[in-house]
Every structure is written in C-alpha cells, then in structure tokens.
C-alpha cells in the first residue's frame, strides 16, 4: 500500500523559504508523477506543480518564479521549496500520487500546515 | 491557461436525493478530468478517473459523465457520508487546475 507523508516546518517567517518533504513508503517514486497541491483554510485546492520522470517539472504560472521541486531517489523523497513566501502562502500542503492512464489510482498525504508569520 | 468553472458552488440537498454537479472546462481536455470528494480535515480521495471510470471501492452511485467541455458528477441517491466537497481537475495539459468546488451540504 502506497503511503505519503508530508513533513517540514510548520512555522516560517516572511520572506524566507518553505521547505517541505514527502516521504513515500510502499513503492518507488521513479516512473510516476508527482504533485504539490495546496489548500488554505476554508478554501479550494490549488495546484502549485508536477515533477516526474527523475526531474521534469511543470509549476503554475503564478508560482514558477518561487518554487522548485526535486527528487532523492535514495530516500523516496520528493521535495518542494518555496522561497520569498508572505501570509498569502499559508495553507495545508498536501503531495500526492497523480493518477494516469497507466496507474489510474491516486495518492495522497494527509497534508501539512503552514504558516507564514513573523 | 485551461479553466475549470464548477456549478454550483454550493448545493443542499436531503438524503436520498439524486445531485448533479457539472464542470466547463475552457477548452477541450481529452476528457483527462478527475472528481475528488474532500471532508473536513481531510485529503481528497479519488472518485472518478477519465471523465467516467469508477475507482476501486467507491460506491455505484456516484457516476461520471461528459466528454469535449462539459463533465457531470451525479450521485444517483445522496447518502449521509457524501456530504462534503466535490473537486474536478483537469490532468491534460500543464498547468494542472481544479474546479472551485461544490460543497454539498444537508438540507
């Protein structure tokens, strides 16, 4: 059974970078494709970006100048850094197994909150 | 950029009622569209894969419909554990949006 558990700091200050890690137990993360999703309180959910395929990304247009997401195949790892982060980033952040043609199943952690505040 | 525009934004409907709740889409998206069910608290869960395929363990009464822009979520008798928020997402063509939501709530 494929698990994902989001972790990282759940406090950051304005202006600083959020680091946040999901640990994927029950396969490998090679091969599929991989999603940041945040949600802020009483909100919808809101796409911040894919990687897949060892390292290809694609992130939102309103987010790309702030984000990079990586791999660490050696630890099933998949990361998200978002740097310059104001109120405004303050969510639930969840990762998640997309689903696909080839694998139509989709995974998700439970999320994560984060709060920007000084 | 694709948009996905869900109606309605809010329903409420009794239990045993059949609900409905529709997703536009921009422009066409191969019918790669997702429904998600969110609760309180709670990550999405996968109901719907391509438009229409039932995931593994979710209830017959939900049923997905639609090709080209257009794509309903029905479930066909409400249950008390399917009131909760209703998602759409299109995986076709990057950026990756979901709908704004339906939130379906007792009447």
């Known amino acids: 059974q494929v698990q994902l558990q989001e972790s990282g700091p759940g406090l950051v200050k304005p202006s600083e970078t959020l680091s946040l890690t999901c640990t994927v137990s029950g396969g490998s993360i090679s091969s599929y494709y991989w999603s940041w999703i945040r949600q802020p309180a009483g909100k919808g959910l809101e796409w911040i970006g894919r990687i897949y395929n060892s390292g290809n990304t694609n992130y939102s247009p309103s987010l790309k100048s702030r984000v990079t997401m990586s791999f660490d195949t050696s630890k099933n790892q998949v990361s998200l850094k978002l740097k310059s982060v104001t109120a405004a980033d303050t969510a639930v952040y969840f990762c998640a197994r997309d689903p696909t043609m080839a694998t139509p199943y989709a995974y998700w952690g439970q999320g994560t909150l984060v709060t920007v505040s000084s | 950029d694709i948009q996905l525009t869900q109606s309605p934004s809010f329903l409420s409907a009794s239990v045993g009622d059949r609900v409905t709740i529709t997703c536009r889409a921009s422009?066409?998206?191969?019918?790669?569209l997702v429904w998600y069910q969110q609760k309180p608290g709670k990550a999405p869960k996968l109901l719907i894969f391509?438009?229409?395929t039932l995931q593994s363990g979710v209830p017959s009464r939900f049923s997905g419909s639609g090709s080209g822009t257009e794509f309903t979520l029905t479930i066909s008798s409400l249950q008390p554990e399917d009131f909760a928020t209703y998602y759409c997402q299109q995986l076709n063509t990057y950026p990756l949006a979901f709908g704004g939501g339906t939130k379906v709530e007792i009447k």
């Open positions: 422009q066409g998206i191969n019918n790669y």
């Open positions: 391509a438009a229409y």
